[in-house]
């Protein structure tokens, strides 16, 4: 025990007598350890406990946010580039090479003056340039941005889509989601276990559709899981007030076509459809729908068509006309035609259509009355008295 204290005790003195700018941070990025160079070059800036991305500039943070996922777990060196606070309370160009221990789950690093035309300052520029691009959009859009390691602790939480859900850009980091939201987070272990998902649920009040994007490492293992979330309450509430109109739109629509060709039972088996106004195919084919299922659910022996209000009608709607009289046959019942105006019937002529099997009548009248005849029992003749 006495020697492991010792080995303790001289790799801090290594540490931190170092000429290097050494550091040894927590997996969650807190400096624990640095040497005295890193500490004369940083400056008051620098505390046990600090965050490391907190040295950087803000417009550089999200490139060592980034490049942090891949030193969680791996043991691969990372190289970070980027503008870190000096002891003058400025910011100058540094380079920053980090590596993961898997054993202690500390992570150890180092930062250099970044060298002149290493490439270095070039990709500073291309990551500053992407990271406002990243920012201009997540605070100027209803989004919300984040990100999630293995066991589900927010690594990064941003968007101006948080405001609508009553929460601060980076309030969840450090929280578990699946402490914050339980079972409804199915789509988060899909992800981990390598799915890109895609979909809507509603949390907070707000519905959001989101992509979410697991992010592996080399070896293929998940890593960290990245979300894209979009707040679309907006445009559901809008989707469900159009389906409500469609919905009124039709009901009224139905209502319409009922009250166009309104069946009416004037007798125990004696159904009437009176049409009136303008007759065309489709309204021909709804009434032809409506009074075939009345016959067969009321058991009708008659259906009366009253065209006495039909002014006009097409070729087709004459030959439907003609259709809806026999297909009332197939059903064991009698369909009977009343009341055609002389247009109509010139039309039914000029088609050449057979009407010798069909009862025409005058009016509606004489086609009940035909129909009250025939369902009105002849009475038997008496036997002649002896």
Known sequence: MADANGALSSLDDFIAHSPEMLFVAGGDGA????SDALGQTIGPALAHGTPLTELFHPEDRGALTTR????????????????????ERSYKPLSCVVRGARQDG???GSFRDA?????????????????????ALIHALPIAVWAVDPDGT????????????GHRPGQHVGANIFELYGDAMGAITRALAGDHVHGLAEAHGCVWES???????????VSSVLGFSLDVTEAQRAQQALQTKLDVIEAQQRVIRELAAPIIEVWDGVLALPMIGVVDSARTA?????????????GARFAVLDLTGVQMVDTKVADHLIKLVRAIQLLGAEGIICGIRPTVAQTMVTLGLDLSAIVTKANLRAGL??????????????APSS
């Open 31 to 34: 400096l624990l350890r640095w």
């Open 68 to 87: 942090w996922e891949q030193v969680r777990g791996s043991t691969a060196p990372v190289h970070v580039h980027g503008r870190v606070m000096s002891a």
């Open 106 to 108: 500390l992570v150890y």
């Open 115 to 135: 060298p002149i035309g290493d490439g270095a300052l070039d990709e500073l520029t291309e990551l500053r340039a992407r990271d406002r691009m990243l920012r």
């Open 154 to 165: 927010y690594l990064y939480h941003e968007g101006k889509g948080l405001e609508a859900s």
């Open 211 to 221: 992509w979410i994007l697991p992010l592996g490492e080399t070896t293929g293992q």
């Open 286 to 298: 709804d009434a032809m729908e409506s009074l075939l299922d009345a016959i067969a659910s009321r």
């Open 369 to 382: 009355m035909h129909c009250m005849q025939r369902l009105t029992p002849r009475a038997a003749p008496r």
